[in-house]
């Protein structure tokens, strides 16, 4: 009997395997999915046909993220908390750390309807994973970015969240003039945090997002000053700020908003790193 011959050249696993150790394999399978509009899980189930056209598109697919294209913005989305996130280059790309923020909110005890603040939104992930796995929360969310809000309501419709938030464009807590009753339980923000000195040498990929959402002035604390100096006007009584910090940065925050005298430190937060990477300040 004659065996068929197979033509690799036609199998999806052709294409996985087209460029080993160049691009890695998370990423391969993000390309394919896009490139086939499926799951991830369909790649090694289905059958999909693979011509030279389809080669082709792989390989500019490819090309754009050697050329530093993160992958994120090639494909339109981000995974957040489990969630699918459309994201552009008017908005950042949610970080795997940046979940600490949610995890630490969704953990608190339940029973208590909370308000929550959530500033520089971007794409809306903390927002929106917040009203998913929150529904008694009520939430509002603010940028200062006309473009990342727009991504943002997006997002939240998708995730039939619309109702759920309340979004409002402006700097900071300038954005709650329109707000009837600006006053919350939480403040949370991942803000800007990186110093300008630095973008120079920041990854290739880290350059492509847009520099309003990374920037946090000359030391990199811009945003801290602002929410230390203004927070007490929005926060209810007992309430807290949850912010995210980068890297070597704790002290210095817990500098600015104690010299305030109204705020004390209930917890700093370590990533996977073992970076301190989160930090809960309560009004005392
Ligand atoms: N809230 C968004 C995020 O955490 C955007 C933050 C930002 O633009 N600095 O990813």
Not at 18 to 38: A, Q, R
Not at 77 to 82: D, N, S
Not at 152 to 168: D, L, M, T, V
Not at 216 to 227: A, E, N, S, T
Request: hydrophobic residues 40%; proline residues 4%.
């Amino acid at each position: 009997m004659k065996l068929k011959t197979v033509d690799y050249k036609r199998d999806i696993f052709y294409l996985m395997n087209k460029y080993p150790g160049i691009v890695s394999k998370v990423e391969t399978e993000m390309l394919l999915e896009y490139l086939f509009n499926c799951a991830k899980l369909d790649l090694y189930i289905r059958d999909f046909a693979v011509n030279e056209t389809i080669e082709e598109l792989y390989d500019s697919l490819v090309e754009r993220r050697l050329s530093g294209e993160p992958g994120q913005y090639i494909t339109g989305r981000a995974e957040f908390m489990g969630l699918d996130f459309i994201v552009t280059k008017d908005t950042l790309i949610p970080r795997p750390e940046t979940e600490i923020l949610v995890n630490e909110i969704i953990n608190l005890p339940s029973g208590k309807k909370r308000r929550i603040l959530d500033l520089c939104t971007g794409s809306g992930n903390i927002a929106i994973s917040l009203a998913k796995l929150m529904p008694q929360a009520e939430i509002t969310a603010t940028d200062v970015s006309e473009a990342a809000l727009k991504i943002a309501e997006k997002n939240a419709a998708r995730h039939n969240a619309r109702e759920r938030i309340k979004f409002y464009k402006g700097n900071v807590f300038n954005a709650l003039v329109f707000d009837k009753n600006p006053k919350f339980d939480i403040i949370v923000c991942n803000p800007p945090y990186i110093k300008e000195g630095d973008f120079p040498y920041l990854q290739k990929e880290v350059r492509q997002e847009p520099e309003i959402a990374l920037n946090g002035g000359k030391d990199g604390l811009g945003f801290y000053r602002v929410i230390a100096k203004e927070a007490h006007r929005y926060l209810e009584r007992c309430g807290s700020v949850l912010l995210e910090m980068g890297f070597g940065q704790r002290q210095a925050i817990e500098d600015v908003f104690s010299s305030y005298n109204i705020f004390e430190t209930y917890r700093v937060i370590k990533d996977f790193s073992g970076i301190e990477r989160a930090i809960w300040i309560n009004l005392s």
